[in-house]
């Protein structure tokens, strides 16, 4: 079973920027695919970033150059820069990975493993 730990959300000023980081309790090298979703209130999971074992990337088109998504396979965590934080970016931020292929990587359900969780406010 894979655990998820989400750290680093809190509140900023737009134009701001945080790091989120994501420790997982396996070897993530070993994970097809992890990445960072988000959910405003009153809304569905939506996908902000992934990154798969070869180390590709996809950023929904809201967030393109001004989040980065990264995974340091030594110390098994995932990250998500996010700079030029703008007051739409609010919300929860949650971790999620992926163990085996699968053909499309956008849904919320196509990932086994989800961390608790952590807020990102920005005003």
């Known amino acids: 079973h894979v655990q998820l730990v989400e750290s680093g959300g809190g509140s900023v000023q737009v134009g701001g920027s945080l790091r989120l980081s994501c420790a997982a309790s396996v070897d993530t090298s070993s994970l097809y695919c992890m990445a960072w979703f988000h959910q405003a209130p009153g809304k569905d999971h939506e996908l902000v970033a992934r990154?798969?074992?070869?180390?590709?990337?996809w950023y929904r088109d809201s967030v393109k150059d001004r989040f980065t998504i990264s995974k340091d396979n030594a110390k098994n965590t995932l990250y998500l820069q996010m700079n030029s934080l703008k007051s739409e970016d609010t919300a929860m931020y949650y971790c999620?990975?992926?163990?085996?292929?699968?053909?499309?990587?956008?849904?919320?359900?196509?990932?086994?493993?989800w961390g608790q969780g952590t807020q990102v406010t920005v005003s």
């Open positions: 999620a990975a992926r163990a085996g292929n699968y053909y499309n990587l956008l849904p919320h359900y196509a990932y086994n493993y």
């Open positions: 990154i798969d074992r070869a180390g590709t990337t």
